[in-house]
């Protein structure tokens, strides 16, 4: 009995093509939307949550609270400082700690001048990141410890278009006024501000900038068999002592890794959220397009709604016959938008890898949303047939069949 349903709504639907395409544009514009932003958006945090796997479990960042990025702190009051670094290296738990200033400034090269982020660092704090790939140098070296006007230029340097000419090793950077040589290339790590970024060491640019006594950020590594949330919590307690802060006043955060990844996690699932919600705007009017459409068939086919009940037919084959139409409509038009989707995802992937060089664009395939949406797109093409499918139903053969 299924079978025949199921055969007949697809011949009914086959008789009608434009038209049931037509119905389905809502439905399938809607379904590629999710299919192909939660895609990408699965791939990104696919590719973020491997990173933070890389980087491990076991470090602590410690910063200021600020409005913008780490460095940006501009009040004495908000600024770490040499003082809380020897805090932490001197916790309960810490292997090892490092600090980092982050500033912007002037750097020139030939005759051109550009606004580049410089990272100061040194030995220790790189250390921290021995295991991180996207980190390491994949021309010359590192710096070290005995460096002191020594750059490593970010991978866009020498493989992008920050200057007419790609800088190569040996050359020469000047940043605020002061002439550095370049001894190492990154890596692609993936984004343009890190691939943009230059790094000296930490003492120098102090030297440069005029800084006494700041770190704009500290990462700290656990040593093997502590909890790392419990010495987070040692430390927070421990900082706002120093620093002479009360609880929820202090003006600095402590996160752990698996934090970082947890607070990124929730800011995309609300993102994710509003994806899905705006493409919810266009199912819904493919619904009601779906919904039109099945009003229409009821009255161009009420004299073969009245033969049918004439020759046996139940309210309850009528009804199924019409909820199955609509659901095919729905799921067909799910399946044309996740192949949509994922076209679309594909593309942006291969797009953003061949002109843009990055691998934080990347289309996830998940079974989980192929199905979903899949299902879903039935549910909607099924919850707006009921209406139309109640009232062929209802219809009584010797009215249906004198209809005109």
Do not use: C
């Amino acid at each position: 009995m299924i079978a025949d349903f199921f055969s007949l709504s697809v011949n009914n639907l086959k008789r009608r093509k434009l038209r049931s395409l037509l119905t389905m544009i809502g439905i399938f514009i809607g379904i590629a939307a999710v299919v192909s932003l939660l895609s990408l958006g699965q791939g990104l945090q696919e590719y973020i949550s491997e990173q933070f796997e890389t980087l491990g479990v076991d470090k602590l960042f410690v910063e200021s609270r600020t409005l913008g990025p780490p460095g940006s702190a501009s009040s004495k009051s908000l600024i770490l400082t040499s003082k809380d670094l020897n805090v932490v290296r001197n916790a309960k738990g810490i292997e090892k700690a490092s600090g980092i200033i982050m500033k912007s400034g002037v750097v020139k090269f030939k005759n051109e001048a550009d606004i580049v982020f410089t990272f100061g660092m040194d030995e220790e704090y790189l250390s921290m990141f021995e295991n991180l790939g996207s980190f390491k140098v994949i021309e010359g070296r590192d710096i070290e410890k005995d460096d002191k006007f020594k750059v490593v230029v970010g991978y866009n340097h020498e493989h992008g278009d920050i200057w007419k000419r790609n800088v190569n090793l040996k050359d020469t950077l000047e940043i605020e006024g002061h002439k550095f040589k370049v001894i190492g290339i990154r890596g692609k790590i993936g984004n343009p501000f890190d691939d943009n970024a230059v790094s000296v060491p930490k003492e120098t640019l102090k030297e440069i900038l005029n800084i006494e006594d700041e770190e704009s950020q500290i990462i700290a590594k656990i040593e093997k068999g502590f909890n790392p949330e419990e010495v987070a919590d040692t430390l927070e307690r421990q900082l706002r002592k120093s620093r002479n802060e009360k609880e929820d006043q202090e003006t600095f955060s402590v996160r752990t890794s698996e934090q970082l990844l947890t607070t990124f996690q929730n800011i995309f699932a609300v993102v994710q959220g509003v994806i899905v919600g705006i493409a919810a705007i266009s199912l819904l009017v493919g619904g009601i397009g779906i919904m039109n459409t099945m009003y229409t068939s009821v009255l161009e086919r009420t004299k073969e709604i009245g033969t049918m009940k004439a020759i046996g037919a139940k309210n309850s084959h009528i009804l199924s016959l019409f909820l199955i139409e609509s659901g095919l409509l729905g799921l067909i038009g799910g399946l044309i938008g996740v192949g949509i989707g994922i076209g679309l995802a594909k593309t942006a992937e291969y797009a953003a890898l061949v002109y843009v060089g990055t691998p934080l664009v990347k289309a996830s395939l998940n079974l989980f949303i192929i199905l979903g949406a899949l299902i879903f797109s039935f549910i909607i093409g099924t919850l707006s047939g009921i209406f139309p499918a109640m009232r062929a139903s209802k219809l009584k053969p010797v009215d249906a069949l004198r209809y005109e």
